[in-house]
């Protein structure tokens, strides 16, 4: 006799069941978790429960993230050769109301239906003699002193105790383990509507995203094949109204844009819903509820472990039922403290997905914004990336630049889309509008912060983004002080009131900041005008110095612009006056010295390579350089009363982006 037929026999004797440990649910969190604790199975009695009966359907939209396919290549070794599938892709279709089309690709993407997915994790697991339930309720978990000992199940009618000394809950969102064992008041639940549709045409192969704003939701079609034939999971979920799930699910059907990829499709059956028990996390980064307790693990669904911005669910499924089951295997790790090591290792894994920069901008941000501002970002946006695809040669077939997004590209977005908001203020009033000038310039300098250090990243990597960041901030913080304290270094100044929260009751914290900004954006739009053409060295001393210098006058160039606006905004004020519009030429000098020595401090600790000019590296640093520059020229000209410093700002914008588009094509193409 099997044991799984032991298990169900033993149920059927009505013999009392004993388990070290009980595995509630058999998706991919239970069974990962089952199949990466048989790596030692010697010493541990283990149930897994079912409550439906394989093969069984979960309602799902059955896409296979770029982080879920590799997941399920390590934990189950023998299913490597089901995923990637034939329906795997690596484009990815977002439309916003406008439209405003963006394609996204060069990761993939995969769909299995769950009814095969979940058969194939369950045949992988139960096939290794691990004692199995199908078809088994769990009707509640069973508490001693606060501490779980096993769970109460039903089967066939008749209702049986088992004991363990630890009960693993991954019965999905609405996990009967997590209910008996904490609160579920908090817990943040919506849900969507599934069904699916055959006979797409062949060219159908994109994952669309149609996003519902209003409703803070998406329409989402995801193709796979199936027997020769071209399917699709098609489905809607909002977080604002569940009861509008269907109704919106069928306008959406109706609708041009879905249309055009599902053709002449048919339906089959009817829309399904499901729930969805989205992340909460703090402020802090910590889970609402923790992963653990007295006696018992939650993965998965169960755990809340589901993206609480796309919905995607599977791969943390996984991760977290691998994740469990090694904690478990680590004979290091003394069981005291099996549950806090989890739900480390488990936030380790899942805070930079939930926490994304980029999934914020890209979702979540366009839900929130007031209309007129959510057109402005998104029509921003649209038209930079449009501009970067043209630049790169590479257009889609909707039209579109085949651009991948990115969280450095958002954030430089919202960046240039708040400043084009002030404008607008401007414009309309004839004044800037909202709030006060430090408020204004805390914001613009957070969000260009956040841009420098995350394209400093994908650039030259995380050591020279972290060195030039420390760098920067350290020695205009240091400069700023002995200048404020002698007035020997930029002439004598003094901070304005507008400018609070100062280091050592001197320098305003957003002045380094700022600095950094300022200093980066230098240094990347210089790397790409003084780029080496193919064939020709890039590493020299003389190209070395050459951008130094390049980056020096830009960085000072800037200044000439700003310096004197910010005397006008009342951030600083030089009590002695200076012969270029208020502010004293040893100011320009002692940028441009500083901005020199730091710039060439960053060529040693610089990497070797350069980013390529037409690449979207290199054109995002020149395009945060001339947008901010133009800001400060048009401020200078309409507002500050500076005409001849806007003109020089305005040339030297227009002269970075002459020369820069007057590259020679074969160094736009320089790898």
Not at 50 to 64: I, Q
Not at 365 to 385: D, N, T
Not at 430 to 448: C, D, H, K, M, Q
Not at 654 to 670: D, F, K, N, Q
């Amino acid at each position: 006799m099997s044991r799984p037929e032991a298990a169900a026999a033993a149920m059927a004797h009505e013999d009392a069941l004993d388990y070290d440990v009980v595995v509630v649910g058999g998706g991919p969190a239970g069974c990962a978790f089952v199949r990466t604790l048989l790596r030692d199975p010697s010493h541990r009695r283990l149930l897994l429960i079912e409550r439906a009966t394989f093969p069984r359907d979960k309602v799902c939209g059955d896409a296979l993230t770029y982080e879920a396919i590799p997941a399920i290549q390590q934990v189950f070794p023998e299913l490597c050769a089901m995923t990637p599938s034939a329906s795997t892709t690596t484009r990815q279709l977002l439309v916003y109301p406008g439209p405003r089309e963006f394609t996204r690709h060069g990761t993939p993407l995969d769909v299995i239906p769950r009814l095969e997915l979940d058969g194939a994790l369950w045949d992988a697991v139960a096939s290794r003699g691990v004692d199995t339930l199908q078809g088994a309720r769990v009707e509640d978990v069973l508490l001693d002193g606060g501490r779980v000992r096993g769970v109460r199940l039903s089967q066939d009618g008749r209702e049986r105790i088992v004991t363990c000394r630890l009960l693993v809950g991954a019965d999905g969102s609405r996990s009967v383990v997590r209910r008996a064992t904490g609160p579920v008041a908090d817990d943040y639940v919506i849900h969507a509507v599934r069904q699916y549709a055959r006979g797409l045409p062949d060219t159908a192969r994109d994952h669309v995203f149609l996003f519902d704003l209003e409703h803070r939701g998406y329409f989402w079609i995801f193709p796979f094949l199936r027997d020769g034939e071209r399917w699709a999971n098609v489905g809607y979920g909002n977080a604002t109204d569940s009861r509008l799930l269907k109704e919106r699910f069928r306008e959406y059907c109706r609708s041009p844009e879905a249309a055009r990829h599902l053709a002449a499709a048919r339906f089959e059956g009817r829309p399904v819903g499901f729930p969805l028990n989205l992340a909460r996390l703090t402020w802090t980064g910590r889970p609402r509820r923790a992963f653990w307790g007295p006696g018992y693990f939650l993965l998965g669904d169960a755990a809340a472990l589901i993206h609480p911005l796309s919905g995607e669910g599977i791969s943390f499924a996984i991760e977290s039922g691998r994740l469990a089951a090694e904690v478990l295997l680590d004979s290091r790790i003394p069981e005291r403290a099996h549950g806090r090591v989890y739900q480390q290792r488990v936030l380790e894994r899942v805070r930079p997905a939930f926490l994304s920069i980029g999934a914020y901008c890209a979702i979540r941000l366009p839900m929130v914004l007031p209309a007129p501002l959510r057109r402005a970002y998104l029509g921003l946006a649209w038209h930079a990336h449009r501009w970067l695809g043209t630049v790169e040669g590479a257009v889609g077939p909707v039209g579109i630049a085949r651009l991948r997004p990115r969280a450095e590209h958002w954030l430089l977005g919202l960046l240039l889309a708040a400043l084009l908001l002030f404008w607008g203020g401007v414009a309309l009033t004839g004044r800037p509008l909202g709030s006060p000038y430090g408020v204004r310039a805390v914001l613009f300098v957070a969000l260009g912060a956040g841009f420098c250090l995350l394209h400093a990243r994908r650039w030259q990597g995380s050591r020279f983004a972290w060195m030039f960041a420390a760098l920067t901030l350290t020695c205009s913080a240091l400069a700023e002080t002995v200048g404020v304290l002698t007035g020997r270094l930029f002439g004598a100044y003094a901070y304005g009131a507008a400018l609070q929260g100062r280091l050592g009751g001197l320098v305003p914290i957003v002045i380094p900041l700022a600095w950094y900004v300022v200093s980066y954006v230098s240094y990347a739009a210089a790397a790409v005008l003084v780029a080496p053409l193919p064939g020709r060295r890039a590493a020299t001393p003389a190209r070395a110095l050459s951008r130094a210098l390049t980056a020096a006058l830009l960085f000072v160039g800037y200044d000439v612009v700003a310096d004197p606006n910010h005397l006008h905004r009342g951030g600083w004020s030089y009590p002695g006056g200076g012969v270029y519009l208020g502010v004293p030429l040893q100011n320009f000098a002692a940028w441009f010295v500083l901005g020199l020595a730091s710039f060439l401090v960053v060529e040693r600790i610089r990497r070797a390579g350069e980013p390529r000019p037409g690449s979207g590296a290199a054109t995002l640093g020149v395009l945060a350089y001339v947008g901010l520059l133009v800001h400060e020229s048009l401020y200078a000209g309409w507002i500050a009363g500076h005409p001849e410093a806007s003109v020089v700002g305005l040339v030297a914008a227009a002269t970075v982006v002459l020369v820069w588009r007057g590259r020679p094509m074969a160094a736009l193409r320089s790898p």
